[in-house]
T-cell receptor, first 113, second 116 residues
Framework: AQTVTQSQPEMSVQEAETVTLSCTYDTSESNYYLFWYKQPPSRQMILVIRQEAYKQQNATENRFSVNFQKAAKSFSLKISDSQLGDTAMYFCAFRSGTYKYIFGTGTRLKVLA | KAGVTQTPRYLIKTRGQQVTLSCSPISGHRSVSWYQQTPGQGLQFLFEYFSETQRNKGNFPGRFSGRQFSNSRSEMNVSTLELGDSALYLC???????????????FGQGTRLTVV
């Protein structure tokens, strides 16, 4: 069975600084996808970034980038130039072919002014 | 384009009662999946439907059931409610059969169920 582990329950960062959220996962599958979702107080889950397991190149989306280490089964999220609007719960998620997501327990990120 | 709509947004029920939650996916989407979110357990997968067929099921007791209609709208039912069923229930929809990385699932804002 697949598992996703986020070892940082809470983190804080100063506005404009950089922060990295950690995620490790376990799977025996070779083809899968990894995601970071953001859940602000509004509760709406918003996709931040995604990565295909077979792609070695790390995904980037504006201020968000990942460090994907397939052999180590690690998938960390780096947020550069943090903004107050980045304050939210961040969930790392694993998915194989269908739409069954396996989520980590989340990291609560607070951006400080 | 309208997003995923979940109704109701908030619900208070008594132990032993049953409840039905509704999810209307994005127009044209055929896959609907459900998740239970609690502070202690995080997000747990309940089940997924595609074209009215349940394709995946999580590790929840039989009190949790669901269905999908021909218009892709989905309902989730919980019978004989327990205090531990208090949670945020999230629904997600997607358009394709087998999801590729670009075929993200879009989440609704959830239904907050409180069992007293």
């Amino acid at each position: 069975a697949q598992t996703v582990t986020q070892s940082q329950p809470e983190m804080s960062v100063q506005e404009a600084e950089t922060v990295t959220l950690s995620c490790t996962y376990d799977t025996s599958e070779s083809n899968y996808y990894l995601f970071w979702y953001k859940q602000p107080p509004s509760r709406q889950m918003i996709l931040v970034i995604r990565q295909e397991a077979y792609k070695q190149q790390n995904a980037t989306e504006n201020r968000f980038s990942v460090n994907f280490q397939k052999a180590a089964k690690s998938f960390s999220l780096k947020i550069s130039d943090s903004q107050l609007g980045d304050t939210a719960m961040y969930f790392c998620a694993f998915r194989s072919g269908t739409y069954k997501y396996i989520f980590g327990t989340g990291t609560r990120l607070k951006v400080l002014a | 384009k309208a997003g995923v709509t979940q109704t109701p947004r908030y619900l208070i029920k008594t132990r032993g009662q049953q409840v039905t939650l509704s999810c209307s996916p994005i127009s044209g989407h055929r896959s609907v999946s459900w998740y239970q979110q609690t502070p202690g357990q995080g997000l747990q997968f309940l089940f997924e439907y595609f074209s009215e067929t349940q394709r995946n099921k999580g590790n929840f007791p039989g009190r949790f059931s669901g269905r999908q209609f021909s218009n892709s709208r989905s309902e989730m039912n919980v019978s004989t409610l327990e205090l531990g069923d208090s949670a945020l229930y999230l629904c997600a929809s997607s358009g394709r059969d087998r999801g590729r990385v670009g075929d993200e699932a879009f989440f609704g804002q959830g239904t907050r169920l409180t069992v007293v």
